[in-house]
C-alpha cells in the first residue's frame, strides 16, 4: 500500500502541474499510474483526479466559451466514448498494456507534425467531426486526447481567453460523459475511488506549484522533455509488460 501511496502522489502531483502550467504531461500520468494500478483499472482511478481539476478550470474560465465550436466537436466525442467502451470491455490487460504504448507513441508523432506542419483544414466541418471522435476514442482508452482537443480548438481562430474556456469545457464535460461507461465496466467503483483518493494532496501541490511556475518555464523545452519521458513510458509499456 506504501508503493501505492507514492505512486499516485506523484500521478496527481503532475496531473495538478500540467493543468496550471504548460499541460501536455496527459501521456505520462497513466503509465505512472499502471505501476501501481496494472491495466484498464489505472484509467478510473486518473478520471477523478481528472474532474476535479475540470472543476477548478470551468470556475476559473466560466465566460467566452464558444458553445458553436463545441456542438460541432462532442456529439462525435461521445460517440467515440462509446465504441472506446465496447472495445474496452473486450480486451484483456495485455492487450491494453500494448493498445496504450502504440496510442502515447501516435499523440506524440501528432505533436511533432503539429509542430511543423500547416493544419488549416481543421476549420473544415468533416475535420471537426473526425477529431471529436478519435479524442472520444483516445479519452477513453488513455485519458491523452489533449493534443487531439488542441489540434481542432487552435484552428478556430479563437481568441485566448475563448480558447482557454472552451478547451476547459470540453474536457469537463467529456470526463463526466465517461464516468458512467467506466461504472458499467466495472473500473470505476467506491473502492476505486477511494483509491485515486490518496493522489489528491499531490493535486493541490503539483497545482500550486504549476500555477507559480509557469512563467519560468521554458515551454519548448519543458515539451521535449515531456516527449522524450512519454516515449520510454511508452517503449517500457511494450518492452516490459
Known amino acids: 500500500m506504501d508503493s501505492v501511496m507514492v505512486v499516485l502522489f506523484l500521478a496527481g502531483l ?6 496550471f502550467s504548460v499541460g501536455g504531461m496527459g501521456l ?14 489505472a484509467l478510473a482511478i486518473l478520471l477523478p483526479l481528472y474532474i476535479i481539476t475540470d472543476i477548478m478550470a470551468v470556475f476559473s474560465y466560466r465566460s467566452k466559451i464558444a458553445w ?35 496510442m502515447i507513441i501516435t499523440m506524440i ?6 509542430d511543423y506542419r500547416p493544419t488549416s483544414f481543421m476549420q473544415k466541418p468533416l475535420a471537426a467531426y473526425s477529431m471529436g471522435f478519435l479524442g472520444g476514442i483516445v479519452t477513453m482508452m488513455a485519458n491523452a486526447a489533449g493534443p487531439i ?5 487552435l484552428e478556430q481562430k479563437l481568441d ?3 480558447y482557454v474556456s472552451t478547451r476547459a469545457w470540453a474536457f469537463f464535460i467529456i470526463n ?13 467503483s467506491v473502492e476505486s475511488t477511494k483509491t485515486s483518493l490518496y493522489a489528491v494532496p499531490g493535486l493541490v501541490i503539483g497545482s500550486f506549484i504549476g500555477y507559480h511556475v509557469l512563467k519560468k518555464v521554458n515551454p519548448i ?13 511508452a517503449l517500457k509499456l511494450f518492452l516490459f509488460s
Not at 463526466?176 to 470505476?188: A, D, E, N, R
Not at 523545452?221 to 520510454?232: D, E, G, N, P, V
Open 14 to 19: 503532475i496531473t495538478g502541474f500540467s493543468k
Open 28 to 41: 505520462l500520468v497513466l503509465p505512472i499510474v499502471m505501476i501501481a494500478v496494472p491495466g484498464p483499472e
Open 68 to 102: 458553436s465550436v463545441l456542438a460541432r466537436f462532442l456529439p462525435l466525442a461521445f460517440l467515440g466514448v462509446f465504441v472506446a467502451s465496447h472495445f474496452l470491455a473486450n480486451i484483456d490487460g495485455e492487450q491494453f498494456v500494448s493498445f496504450l504504448g502504440v
Open 109 to 114: 508523432a501528432l505533436g511533432l507534425y503539429l
Open 149 to 153: 482537443f488542441s489540434l481542432f480548438l
Open 160 to 162: 485566448k481567453k475563448t
Open 176 to 188: 463526466v460523459v465517461k464516468l458512467p461507461f467506466y461504472i458499467s465496466l466495472g473500473l470505476l
Open 221 to 233: 523545452q519543458f515539451k521535449w522533455l515531456i516527449r522524450i519521458m512519454s516515449t520510454a513510458a
